[in-house]
């Protein structure tokens, strides 16, 4: 049973455009998110979190939302870029449980077009 | 300053095997986490080692087991392998010290192949 789910496999878009990623959970006892990014042959890289406390999260281009009442997040990644092209895997982490214990999504590979 | 290393980057074992994975954590680093990631699935928690003990385990039967030692690197050993254990193995490793929900640093990953 999949606790955490991206159902988009894939998705593309145009150079500049806003991408949006989403992610929807349904373990109720996570209470912080992650979204890691992934290249062929690396391991993957952190991007962003947020707490359940919080409803949004800006790191430059990067924002995510959390909705807990729908159980959903999302990432958008605003002007997008050909470099941002990768696998992007949502992740959750329940109280108690640390950091360390992450459950994933199986991703979405984003597509930057030029 | 490196970050985490794994080796090797490549396997091929037949079923039956026992496999032997290591890792490096990252400097500073105290924990290590190991995942696997079978094909188009995310990365699945398997356990964390943290002052050479086992600390929290997943949904894994005991066929895989690891050591962390006391330079706080890590090994997963998986024994009598099956084909379904072919996958990317990625250690992840994070610090006690850091503050709460500080992100796990992943390396590249070890790709197992199981014949």
């Known amino acids: 049973d999949q606790q955490v789910k991206q159902n988009s496999p894939s998705l593309s878009v145009q150079e500049g455009r806003i991408s949006i990623l989403n992610c929807d959970y349904t373990n109720s006892m996570f209470d912080y998110f992650l979204w890691y990014k992934k290249y062929p042959a690396e391991g993957p890289t952190f991007l962003i979190s947020i707490s359940s406390i919080k409803d949004k999260n800006e790191d430059g281009r990067f924002t995510v939302f959390l909705n807990k009442s729908a159980k959903h997040l999302s990432l958008h990644i605003v002007p997008s870029q050909p470099g941002d092209s990768a696998v992007y895997f949502c992740?959750?982490?329940?109280?108690?449980?640390?950091?360390?214990?992450?459950?994933f999504g199986k991703g979405t590979k984003l597509s930057v077009i030029p | 300053d490196a970050g985490v290393t794994q080796s090797p980057t490549h396997l091929i074992k037949t079923r039956g095997q026992q496999v032997t994975l290591r890792c490096s954590p990252k400097s500073g680093h105290d924990t290590v986490s190991w995942y696997q990631q079978a094909l188009g699935q995310g990365p699945q928690f398997i356990f964390q080692?943290?002052?050479?003990?086992?600390?929290q385990r997943g949904n894994f039967p005991d066929r895989f087991s690891g050591h962390q030692f006391p330079n706080y690197s890590s090994e997963l050993n998986v024994n009598a392998l099956l084909l379904g254990d072919s996958a990317l193995y990625l250690c992840a490793s994070s610090s006690t010290r850091d503050r709460v929900n500080s992100p796990l640093h992943f390396g590249n990953g070890t790709r197992l192949t199981v014949t």
């Open positions: 992740a959750a982490s329940a109280k108690g449980a640390g950091s360390y214990q992450l459950t």
């Open positions: 080692y943290y002052e050479e003990e086992e600390r």
